[in-house]
Nanobody
Framework: QVQLVESGGGLVQAGGSLRLSCEASGSILRIDAMGWYRQAPGKQRELVATITSTGVTNYAGSVKGRFTISRDNARNTVFLQMNSLKPEDTAVYYC???????????????WGQGTQVTVSS
């Protein structure tokens, strides 16, 4: 079974930076897409950024130019560098991964437990 563990959240002032990490472990054969999503209080979970195994990225318009997603395939880890943070970036950030594992069912699509990011004004 594949599991995701996130780290790097916290409290930061507006204009500051944070870097989130998410490491996948378990019966992994291949990870295809990895990504970050966020959910603010009273709102639906929304896409922040995704990255394929070949490095193709996709960003939500609200974070483009401020956030950068990257991954280390050898370590099954995805990162989210967040710069110029705004109070509206405050949310629980969730890591997501999809791919193929060595046990049945072979396809997996898993979520991390979430990490809180709070940006004060």
């Amino acid at each position: 079974q594949v599991q995701l563990v996130e780290s790097g959240g916290g409290l930061v002032q507006a204009g500051g930076s944070l870097r989130l990490s998410c490491e996948a472990s378990g019966s992994i054969l291949r990870i295809d897409a990895m990504g970050w999503y966020r959910q603010a209080p009273g709102k639906q979970r929304e896409l922040v950024a995704t990255i394929t195994s070949t490095g193709v990225t996709n960003y939500a318009g609200s974070v483009k130019g401020r956030f950068t997603i990257s991954r280390d395939n050898a370590r099954n880890t995805v990162f989210l560098q967040m710069n110029s943070l705004k109070p509206e970036d405050t949310a629980v950030y969730y890591c997501n991964a999809a791919g193929v594992q060595t046990i049945l069912p072979t396809d997996f699509h898993v979520w991390g437990q979430g990490t809180q990011v709070t940006v004060s004004s």
